[in-house]
């Protein structure tokens, strides 16, 4: 059974920073592409940032560039988000999602991904 969850969600001040964790089961991260999505109330979900694990390629979305990072940890089967500089546009659910069967394009697309985790909420205060 596949399973993505996430933690590490909470409430921080604009310009602080928090880490999200995706505990990954059913498949290697290493064999899979891993993404972050994010959804504010009203607002489509959108994709953060991504990573191909077998490649190596990372992808971001323009408005999380040079603030986030996403990584991935084989021996725990994780990939992170290390988000700084936060700000309050950041605000939203953030989920995880992950397949062992796409690419490398494409990736910042939630109609990609065929397992999501539940969600962590990210609440930044201005």
């Known amino acids: 059974e596949v399973q993505l969850v996430e933690s590490g969600g909470g409430s921080v001040q604009a310009v602080g920073s928090l880490r999200l964790s995706c505990a990954v089961s059913?498949?290697?991260?290493?064999?899979?592409?891993t993404g972050w999505f994010r959804q504010a109330p009203g607002k489509v979900r959108e994709g953060v940032a991504s990573?191909?694990?077998?490649?190596?390629?990372?992808e971001y979305a323009d408005f999380v560039k040079g603030r986030f990072t996403i990584s991935s940890d084989h021996a725990k089967n994780t990939v992170y988000l290390q988000m700084n500089s936060l700000e309050p546009q950041d605000t939203a659910v953030y989920y995880c999602?992950?397949?062992?069967?796409?690419?490398?394009?494409?990736?910042?697309?939630?109609?990609?991904?065929?397992?999501w985790g539940q969600g962590t909420q990210v609440t930044v205060s201005s």
């Open positions: 059913g498949f290697s991260v290493d064999e899979s592409a």
């Open positions: 999602a992950g397949d062992p069967l796409v690419g490398d394009d494409g990736l910042l697309m939630p109609g990609m991904y065929d397992y």
């Open positions: 990573i191909n694990s077998e490649t190596g390629r990372t």
